[in-house]
């Protein structure tokens, strides 16, 4: 991933070696990386067992949230891939009965939103 794709917040795919090191203390007992993503410092990471998104916070990236989503909760998702005048793409997650998206994350790229929606629906399907 070159530096200015991830300041222009491209998904770039990440490792998964790499992913699992990240996530060591994070992962379960036989939770394997099956697909990684990497936003400037945050992770789309899709295990075998969930979803899980990493938000590094504040100037460090000390703080960090891993926001954890099992397969079997998420409900409905949505892709909205850009267009000529709208140059972002959004991935919408919903929860259980949830009416808003529990999770809506944004691209400025299609590049990976199709291969993160495919990897989504296989997990979820």
Do not use: C
Not at 48 to 67: A, C, F, P, W
């Amino acid at each position: 991933m070159g530096l200015f794709d991830g300041l222009k917040g491209n998904a770039t795919q990440h490792s998964n070696e790499e992913a699992e090191k990240q996530l060591s203390g994070v992962l379960t007992s036989g939770e394997e990386v099956d697909l990684a993503f990497k936003l400037v410092r945050d992770l789309i990471v899709f295990t075998n067992k969930r979803l899980i998104l990493v938000d590094k916070q504040g100037i460090t990236g000390k703080k960090i949230e891993y926001k954890s989503i099992p397969y079997r909760s998420i409900s409905r998702f949505s892709v909205e891939t850009s267009g000529h005048f709208d140059l972002d793409a959004e991935l919408n997650i919903w929860i259980s009965s949830g009416v808003e998206p529990a999770e809506s994350l944004q691209f400025k790229k299609d590049n990976n939103i199709i291969e993160i929606q495919q990897a989504l629906a296989s997990a979820v399907l």
